[in-house]
């Protein structure tokens, strides 16, 4: 077993990190959750990074990541991106996939695709991302590409139940 890995119980999501008011990261088993709930800093992404990474590594299969961005969180200055960037650069060359899910509306939903795009779009391109607008929209998504990435099978309600949980102990 794997130091992703738990007993599988679904939507159990264990706590690994977190900054209240500002972030969130949690794992269910090779399935890594991280909830911003404020701006992304430079040294909030490195902390994250310090944590992550190792837990990636660590799972022979790969891992999958989730960025849930909360509607109070502002974009990312361009120290964060830079960051983001980085960490991309530095992450597990077999990881499963990744989604973005953006919890915002209007023009902040707007501005915050149009930095995550640029993120993305200088970010290595070793694994599938994609961009949602909300936990049930990414949640199919997810469950077939983690899937077809890591071999690891979870269901799309086994997905969207852990996504809602680690919205949850975030808030």
């Known amino acids: ?14 706590v690994i990190d977190e900054e209240p008011g500002t972030f969130w ?10 909830v911003w709930l404020r701006r992304a ?16 590594r660590a799972s022979a299969e790969g891992a ?9 969180a502002e974009l990312p200055d361009a120290s964060a991106r830079a960051a983001l960037c980085e960490l991309h650069a530095r992450g597990d060359r077999r990881p499963g996939c990744a ?3 953006i919890a915002q509306q209007g023009l902040e939903g707007a501005a915050m695709r149009g930095a995550i795009a640029s993120v993305s779009l200088v970010a290595p391109k070793h694994y599938r991302i994609r ?4 936990v049930e929209s990414a949640a199919p ?14 269901t799309t309600d ?14």
Do not use: C, K
């Open 99 to 101: 989604a973005v899910v």
């Open 41 to 56: 800093t430079a040294e909030s992404v490195e902390r994250f990074a310090r944590v992550a990474l190792p837990r990636m």
């Open 158 to 171: 086994e997905v969207l139940t852990v996504l809602r949980s680690a919205r949850a102990a975030a808030a």
């Open 141 to 154: 998504w997810l469950a077939t590409q983690h899937e077809r990435s890591t071999g690891a099978r979870f």
């Open 64 to 72: 999958s990541l989730v960025h849930i961005i909360t509607e109070g």
């Open 1 to 14: 077993m794997s130091m992703l890995t738990s007993e599988r119980r679904p939507g159990r999501v264990a």
């Open 131 to 134: 961009v949602f607008d909300s």
């Open 25 to 34: 990261f949690g794992a269910y088993h090779n399935l890594l959750v991280l």
